[in-house]
């Protein structure tokens, strides 16, 4: 018995002591009149078999759980430290949580508390705050997952777009336009001022920026000021119907004045397109001047015996453009295996005959053969032979052209351009006459660059056709149906609407076959059908197409690319590997608008240290 009551005493001391002295701590916990700190700091200086650690009292969260906030990281070697603008979070496993409350007394005892006592914990005034208590020392995520996290919040920052701030800009521009013109904005007189004054900052700033690094380095500020006026706007404009019905005006404004814009544009560019630059300009004059101080033996070319040799490369250029004839012979004859093998024809027109002549007896092409000649030397290419001369002649065909309050009737305005006044466009359908004794010819225009040898095109059997040339089907907008007008019987009984366009500028002709086939008479045929123009408008592609029908050998596309003088994104290794290469469009080399980095492969065939260039102030 004396046994017995000397356990239940020892039980009593070792089971009831604990509880009182643990009580005691909570309950001064408890009482608001006694010190958080000092319970931080005995709960903090807590020892679990010797290992000293600042205990968390919350319920931890597992780390599938949680979310780590976002840390900016810093790695040293050996070491890996993170930095976060809030507090840090405990992320452990379930096992490391189940440990931590086994070990942790204080955890032991808020759980097994008295209800009431819980309640009085979780009512504290300081509970958030005491939830916030964190270990110094916690478990830290292995440094890869770490330096990964890292490094997807650094390709976030890198995917962002180079003109995100720049757009940002526009887009308060435009809030604040809008706010200033709503009533209540207007009757407010100090916000109206602070939004135009923000206007002013954010458009200096702004200025001609395409992208972020464009900008100044106050633009994040003024961004963060207009952000500020632009919420004071918003506080005071309330109606949101208002707002609607003005943004509607705007859009419907913007819409009207892009639509004027891009017809001045386009008006604008078939103007530059049209107008002679005044370098070239003064190179005629100048190269004529010149021409007739010689006496008669120095205006002869050499090798006048090869002209109508059949065995030799002959080429067709019809152009009175000089420096452009220019790049064509010299690009050829640059990429020629055997220069003294090729014949050149060019024909001009008269004003630059002996301009054409002038320069290519100052600067000939090294062993080719030249042959200048002057269209009005043609006397059997009259109105009473070709159709088109009669038209082009016409009246109705002049007033077409240079009565400027008919314009509006025709949309495109590249069919008003007075180039198709020229009967040197139109000469390409009278090979056969100008070269009777030749069996085959390549036809070039004066726009193109050649970049390889051409010799093979002469070997290629055009399998009874009378053209070669590249077809351009691969868009919608070089098919019959662009050209030709289908809603006219004649057009839709003979042609497919779907058929495949073709280029000209590097064509390959068969004359033999042209002439067994008297292509000549079907172009006149349609001509004089076309007088009214009700087939097809103006140019020589839509009678080419028609002329040519089923008659046309499809050539390798790498014989001849296009769009060098309106698209800024043809393929880089297309003209790469093409043999030639086009710059159709209105964006010639020789002229301001023409595309910057397509100029380059133009210019190196201009020797601008040229006497006649430098006088005439033309520079690359």
């Not at 000092?38 to 078999?49: E, G, K, N, Q, R």
């Not at 109705?396 to 008919?406: C, E, G, K, T």
């Not at 390549?442 to 077809?471: C, H, M, P, R, Y």
């Not at 033999?512 to 123009?533: C, F, G, K, M, P």
Request: proline share 5%; aromatic share 10%.
């Amino acid at each position: 018995m004396k046994v017995r009551h000397i356990v239940l005493g020892l039980l009593s001391i070792s089971v009831i002591a604990p509880i009182f002295l643990y009580t005691d701590r909570v309950g001064s916990f408890v009482n608001p009149s006694s010190s958080r700190r000092d319970f931080l700091d005995d709960v903090s200086a807590f020892t679990v078999s010797g290992d000293t650690r600042h205990l968390n009292v919350l319920h931890q969260e597992t780390s599938a759980a949680l979310k780590e906030p976002i840390g900016v990281v810093y790695s040293d070697n050996s070491t890996v430290t993170r930095e976060h603008k809030s507090a840090r979070v405990l992320s452990a496993t379930d096992e490391e949580r189940q440990q931590q409350q086994l070990s942790n007394p204080i955890r032991q005892v808020i759980d097994r508390a008295p209800p009431g006592l819980t309640t009085a914990l979780d009512s504290h005034p300081n509970a958030s705050d005491i939830s916030a208590i964190e270990l110094e020392q916690q478990p830290t995520q292995p440094s890869g997952k770490i330096v990964q996290e890292h490094s997807d919040n650094k390709h976030d920052r890198l995917t962002e777009p180079a003109d995100a701030q720049v757009r940002h800009l526009k887009d308060q521009l435009i809030r604040a336009k809008l706010y200033l013109s709503l009533p209540a904005i207007k009757n407010n007189p100090h916000v109206t001022r602070e939004l135009r004054l923000r206007v002013k900052e954010v458009t200096r700033a702004l200025g001609d920026a395409t992208k972020d690094s464009d900008l100044p380095k106050n633009a994040v500020d003024k961004l963060k000021a207009m952000d500020q006026s632009l919420e004071k706007g918003k506080q005071i404009q309330d109606d949101c119907a208002a707002v609607v019905k003005k943004l509607r005006a705007m859009l419907h404004s913007s819409e009207e004045q892009l639509r004027v814009h891009k017809k001045q544009s386009m008006f604008l560019t078939q103007l530059t397109a049209k107008t002679l630059p005044k370098g070239l300009h003064c190179l005629p004059l100048r190269l004529t001047t010149e021409y007739y101080t010689l006496n008669s033996s120095q205006q002869n070319f050499p090798n006048q015996q090869k002209l109508e040799d059949p065995r030799l490369y002959h080429y067709a250029l019809f152009s009175d453009n000089i420096l452009a004839a220019a790049v064509v012979v010299n690009s050829t004859i640059s990429h020629a295996k055997h220069p003294s093998d090729h014949v050149f024809h060019i024909v001009t027109d008269r004003l630059n005959y002996a301009a054409m002549r002038m320069w290519f007896l100052s600067n000939p092409p090294g062993k080719a053969t030249i042959q200048v000649q002057n269209i009005e030397e043609f006397t059997w290419l009259n109105s009473s032979y070709s159709p088109v001369l009669k038209q082009l002649g016409s009246p109705s065909m002049i007033d077409y052209y240079f009565r400027a309050h008919r314009a509006s009737s025709d949309s495109n305005l590249k069919f008003r351009n007075p180039k198709y006044l020229s009967i040197l466009n139109h000469l390409r359908f009278y090979l056969p006459e100008i070269f009777p004794k030749l069996k085959k010819v390549l036809f070039l225009d004066d726009d193109i660059v050649v970049q390889k040898d051409l010799t093979g095109l002469w070997s290629l059997d055009l399998k009874g056709n009378v053209n070669g040339a590249v077809e351009t089907c691969g868009e919608s907008f070089h098919r019959f149906d662009r050209y030709l007008n289908f809603s006219n019987p004649l057009i839709s009984k003979n042609f497919d609407p779907h058929a495949c366009g073709w280029a000209y500028g590097m064509n390959i002709f068969d004359l033999a076959e042209w002439r067994r086939q008297s292509i000549t008479e079907v172009y006149h045929r349609w001509q004089r059908l076309n007088r009214d123009r009700q087939l097809w408008k103006l140019g020589t592609l839509p009678p080419g197409l028609i002329t040519f029908w089923k008659r046309t050998y499809s050539l390798d596309k790498s014989w001849h690319v296009l769009g060098l003088g309106y698209n800024p994104n043809v393929n880089q290794r297309e003209i790469d590997r093409a043999a030639v290469i086009h710059y159709n469009g209105n964006l010639k080399p020789w002229l301001e608008i023409g595309i910057p980095k397509y100029k380059i492969y133009w210019a190196k065939y201009v020797d601008y240290e040229t006497v006649y260039l430098r006088e005439c102030n033309i520079n690359p």
